[in-house]
């Protein structure tokens, strides 16, 4: 079955620290890996893919075949990263498997 | 990428009744969607709507309950029928412009029955 896992329904941290956003997924083929970000009271928007391999806002996420794993990742965290955060598979359709989300909250 | 339009952004209803949402696109999209977020959970796919053809439902989604057109590749309308509680949540419109690209989200109808 495709399913993905995000263990932390909030992560906090201070500014300036690192942030790691933990993604794992269950997909029996070659799957497309997103990250979604949703600021307050604006529209889930595309933060990165993986076959793009690009860091977006500073972010980057590498796809990990053997840990199953697509965790983003930022060395230092800014206030305005602060927003819900969705991991999201594409398979051999065209359909989209969400996570549940993370929130980051990063304090001053 | 596109520019999606969806209307209306937020509604009250009275259960027992149906309201239908909106979502315009600003170019042709080969691929539409809705999908529903209910409060405190993650967005779940209900249908990929077909342009001159019947909507494609997800498990546990019904064309009765959720009835879906797509006139043209611009257009569709998601209907949400005999409305109750339950079916309180944003919904929401996706596309994909085509190829590989990704896809992209409106801002959501946030639906509250009451």
């Known amino acids: 079955a495709q399913r993905v896992t995000q263990p932390e329904k909030l992560l906090s941290v201070f500014k300036g620290a690192p942030v790691e956003l933990k993604c794992n997924y269950s997909?029996?083929?070659?799957?497309?890996l997103f990250w979604y970000v949703q600021y307050s009271r604006q529209r889930l928007q595309l933060l990165l893919r993986h076959i793009s391999r690009e860091s977006i806002k500073g972010f980057t996420a590498d796809l990990n075949k053997g840990e199953t794993s697509f965790h983003l990742k930022k060395p230092f965290a800014q206030e305005e990263d602060s927003a819900m955060y969705y991991c999201?598979?594409?398979?051999?359709?065209?359909?989209?498997?969400f996570g549940t989300g993370t929130r980051l909250q990063v304090f001053p | 990428s596109a520019v999606i339009s969806q209307k209306p952004s937020r509604d009250i209803c009275q259960r027992g009744t149906s309201l239908t949402i909106q979502c315009q696109v600003d170019?042709?999209?080969?691929?539409m969607f809705w999908y529903r977020q209910q409060p405190g959970q993650s967005l779940t796919l209900i249908a990929t709507a077909n342009q001159g053809s019947e909507a494609t439902y997800e498990s546990g989604f019904v064309i009765d309950k959720f009835p879906i057109s797509r006139p043209n590749l611009t257009f569709s309308t998601l209907t949400v029928s005999n409305m109750s509680p339950e079916d309180s949540s944003i919904y929401l419109c996706?596309?994909?412009?085509?190829?590989?690209?990704?896809?992209?989200f409106g801002d959501g109808t946030r639906l509250s029955i009451l």
């Open positions: 999201a598979l594409r398979g051999n359709t065209d359909k989209l498997i």
């Open positions: 997909y029996s083929g070659s799957p497309e």
């Open positions: 996706s596309v994909r412009t085509g190829g590989n690209q990704p896809q992209h």
């Open positions: 170019s042709q999209v080969t691929m």
